[in-house]
């Protein structure tokens, strides 16, 4: 891959963008469009189709016909497989271009985005590509005279709404197993990440995907987003954003067809370093980095630093150095660790939390505040927050920035209960060179993934998922294809 050439693709003009339905490019039925704005400047980049309910029924319409027509949910796995091997050489073919397109939409740091966007996505789709035609049914141990078969069907037409941080990685955790299980899918992008989704789709059209197999619809999550959760023709519903988005998704099952919903929704993941952490340095790197690049914008980010009191001060002081050294700004810099916030809006809030703490008497120990104002772009400061108490808003709710919330424990149990202490379950780690400590810790914190002696970087193979109220059900790993498959046994009587 050339990277010289994203100076030329930073500058290239984007072309208004349309929706995937049916196989064919379409606008808004009322022909209404809404703004990209560019996270590195403030400028426009280009517009999106605002999707109206219509356009949405129109997308469901062609995912149902495809499903019940079995274009797509009745080929082989392995007609299946080739064709999806096929997307993922097209996608990886323009690697850099989708990435440096996404960067321009949702600030990424481009060092993050080439390997977590583009690339990810294309890992994501030969997985499940290669896995489909491994997958076997089962026969029951039943009594004799009597046959269980359990099959593995497709389970239908999947609505899959996304957020704006990875649209490409969390976008194939979702496309990838639907359809290597041979679901239709129809795809809700956020406002303010839809581009790259758009272009994948069109790409999966060339590599001989039937058209209405996968169904791009572009707009506000109110409007696109509500319609496809409120479908009685959409039978599974998959979504990566806000809590608060994701209670709606329940209510609009519930009102509708009892779709089945699975939520990924955040969290406010502990990062446990205690004083026998094995490298503190390394320690004082893996936290900066799980919560500052991609400038927070990440779910499963260590967002409260859990320390031991007898290293508290010297460890802030190392991560203070460290984050203090990072360099913030320009995304399409190859030497960036963290890019621009995805929004104004964004920024506002993640601004507004650090008000409230120093509002509330918490030391600032760094960063804070906007920064690079004159490039009209949303850039943030890592920041770090010490005092933080276990009540305070800034330990339980998500920020979804660069921001660290650190609180001082003085043993295991204090660590745990603090670690414990929200309403979220999504990621965690603990730094020790205990061996005991760290079972002890994985089997005591509450979360769907605990990382020992890091923080992020797991991959493909392991389920993704949260408890508590990040979530329910499992993305990456052959587990997500559970959400995509339905069971169906056929009993005999011999
Ligand atoms: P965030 O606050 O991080 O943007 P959201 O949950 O609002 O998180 O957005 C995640 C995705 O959910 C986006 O694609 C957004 O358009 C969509 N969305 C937002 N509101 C709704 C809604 N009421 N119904 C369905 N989808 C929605």
Redesign the pocket.
Same mark, same amino acid.
Do not use: Y
């Given at each position: 891959m050339d990277i010289s050439q994203i100076e030329t693709l930073r500058r290239l003009p984007v072309a208004p963008a349309r929706h995937v339905i049916d196989g064919a490019l379409h606008d808004a039925s009322d022909g209404q469009v809404m703004q990209v704005v560019s996270p590195i400047n403030g400028q426009s980049l280009t517009t999106l189709p605002r999707g109206t309910d219509a356009d949405a029924q129109a997308a469901i319409t062609s995912a149902r016909c495809a499903f019940d027509d079995g274009r797509w949910s009745e080929r082989s796995p392995a007609e299946r497989k080739k064709v999806l091997l096929k997307w993922a050489d097209l996608i990886e073919a323009q690697a850099l271009e989708l990435a440096v397109l996404g960067v321009r939409e949702n600030g990424t740091e481009i060092a993050m985005a080439l390997k977590a966007e583009p690339l990810s996505a294309v890992a994501t789709i030969r997985y499940y590509a290669e896995a489909i035609d491994k997958l076997y049914g089962e026969i029951a141990p039943t009594a004799p005279g009597t046959l269980g078969l359990v099959h593995r069907e497709p389970a239908g037409v999947v609505g899959a709404?996304?957020?704006?941080?990875f649209p490409l990685m969390i976008g194939a955790w979702k496309l990838g197993p639907a359809l290597a299980a041979g679901c239709s899918v129809v795809l809700?992008?956020?406002?303010?990440a839809s581009l790259t989704l758009l272009r994948i789709a069109e790409l999966a059209l060339d590599a001989g995907l039937p058209p209405g197999v996968l169904n791009v619809v572009t707009?506000?999550?109110?409007t696109?987003? !509500?319609a496809?959760?409120e479908s009685m023709d959409v039978d599974v519903l998959v979504?990566?954003?806000?809590? !608060?988005?994701?209670r709606?998704?329940l209510e !609009?099952s519930a009102r509708s067809n009892l779709k089945r919903v699975y939520l990924e929704l955040?969290g406010k993941s502990p990062n446990v370093v205690f004083a026998d952490a094995p490298n503190l340095d390394e320690a004082v790197k893996v936290t900066a980095n799980g919560i500052f690049r991609n400038s927070g914008q990440v779910c499963i980010a260590g967002t409260r630093l859990l320390v031991e009191r007898s290293i508290h001060d010297v460890f802030v002081e190392k991560l203070k150095t460290f984050s203090e050294a990072m360099t913030v700004g320009d995304p399409l810099d190859p030497a960036t660790t963290a890019g621009a916030v995805n929004s104004q809006r964004?920024l506002q809030q993640n601004l507004e939390f650090v008000a409230e703490a120093r509002a509330a008497g918490r030391k600032i120990v760094t960063g804070g505040t906007q920064i690079l104002q004159d490039t009209g772009g949303y850039y943030m400061a890592p920041t770090i927050v010490t005092g933080v108490q276990p009540t305070d808003r800034l330990a339980q709710h998500e920020v979804?920035g660069p921001v660290l919330a650190v609180q001082p424990f003085d043993s295991e149990d204090e660590a745990v209960t603090l670690a414990n202490g929200t309403d979220y379950g999504l990621a965690a780690a603990v730094w020790t060179s205990n061996l005991s400590r760290a079972h002890r810790m994985v089997r005591r914190i509450r979360a769907g993934i605990v990382h020992v002696n890091t923080y992020g970087g797991s991959d493909l193979t392991v389920p993704l998922g949260g408890v508590g109220q990040s979530g329910n059900g499992h993305d990456k790993s052959l587990h997500a294809f559970d959400k995509y498959l339905d069971l169906k046994t056929a009993w005999f009587k011999l």
């Open positions: 709404i996304v957020p704006w941080n809700k992008p956020a406002e303010t707009g506000e999550g109110g696109v987003g !509500a496809i959760a979504f990566t954003g806000s809590g !608060a988005t994701g709606r998704l !609009a955040g964004q979804f």
